[in-house]
């Protein structure tokens, strides 16, 4: 079974499937051998209706989020649909199994006072302060996925035009504009590089090496401390706060869209929410009554 997964890793890697999306995949197949191992089960008893079922079962025992489980499906499904085309299974197990229905879960957003405590708190002191402010000022004011601002160049930041090239989901380019404080902060940090070229990464962790999304998150994790954060936050409710904050000062989704780099409408919907305070200053001057008492 591991031989199997590890093929099917190579083919994703070939169509240039991300590192954490691998990653991501060899950590939910491994699970599955493992399942199978402890089974003493082969491709050919694991891949049935009922031992599918089973495994389906454990999973639901050991991982109480719906969103988790419906992750290792997908990551199993697409390895049936790989085998499938290789002629190494004969028929599709997940035909007679359906599918759990995908919680509808509200993005985890910071108001822009704490996104304003969390930049300040990042490049107040230390040595990679100008680092650290340029790295988080760039995602939120963009919305860049984690390994979208770890997979930059230098020479994907336009100072001129005020846009940066990002590499997204699917090997797809887009061009996102970016705020003049993030520049800024990206011109200082670039300053205390030695001799930096166009074709470096843009961001470097404390060896002089590219930032990874894991060296990211270990770093948001602190400066969110750092910042007095009560709840838990990571890198992608920075994304999620410039989405959520551009539509509450009246961006529309289609360009909302563009900028995030989803392929469709339906993914940008779920930042139609807003916060009580914004959707109580629309009732406040909406509404013919209110309206009626404030003349």
Same mark, same amino acid.
């Given at each position: ?165 990002? *590499? =997204? ?9 970016? /705020?003049?404080?993030? %520049? !800024?902060?990206? #011109? @200082? ?70 900028? *995030? =780099? ?9 930042? /139609?929410?807003?916060? %009580? !305070?914004?959707? #109580? @200053? ?14």
């Amino acid at each position: 079974m591991r031989e199997l997964a590890e093929h099917f890793l190579m083919y994703l890697q070939n169509k240039n499937f991300s590192a954490h999306t691998l990653q991501g995949y060899g950590e939910d197949l491994e699970e599955f051998a493992a399942f199978c191992d402890a089974r003493k089960a082969g491709p050919a008893q694991a891949f049935t209706p009922v031992f599918i079922r089973s495994f389906l079962a454990s999973l639901t025992a050991k991982h109480p989020a719906r969103n988790t489980i419906l992750r290792k499906i997908a990551s199993l499904r697409s390895f049936t649909h790989y085998l499938l085309e290789q002629d190494r299974l004969k028929q599709n197990p997940f035909k007679l199994l359906p599918a759990p229905k995908r919680e509808r879960l509200l993005p985890k957003f910071l108001t822009p006072e704490e996104v304003d405590r969390l930049l300040d708190t990042a490049g107040d002191k230390g040595r990679f302060a100008s680092r650290n402010r340029a790295l988080f000022e760039l995602i939120y004011s963009s919305g860049l996925r984690r390994g979208e601002v770890t997979g930059l160049k230098i020479r994907d930041v336009d100072f001129f035009n005020g846009v940066v090239k990002v *590499l =997204g989901k699917g090997n797809k380019e887009r061009y996102v504009p970016v /705020t003049n404080e993030a %520049l !800024e902060a990206i #011109k @200082d940090y670039l300053s205390t590089r030695a001799n930096p070229q166009g074709g470096d990464a843009l961001f470097l962790n404390k060896n002089g090496t590219p930032l990874t999304g894991d060296g990211l998150a270990y770093i948001f994790k602190h400066l969110a401390i750092q910042s007095g954060m009560a709840r838990k936050v990571s890198p992608h409710s920075l994304r999620h706060s410039f989405a959520t904050h551009l539509l509450n000062n009246g961006c529309d989704l289609r360009s909302l869209q563009e900028m *995030l =780099g989803h392929k469709s409408l339906s993914a940008t919907q779920v930042y /139609t929410h807003v916060s %009580l !305070e914004k959707l #109580k @200053d629309v009732y406040q001057h909406a509404h013919p009554k209110n309206k009626e008492s404030q003349s």
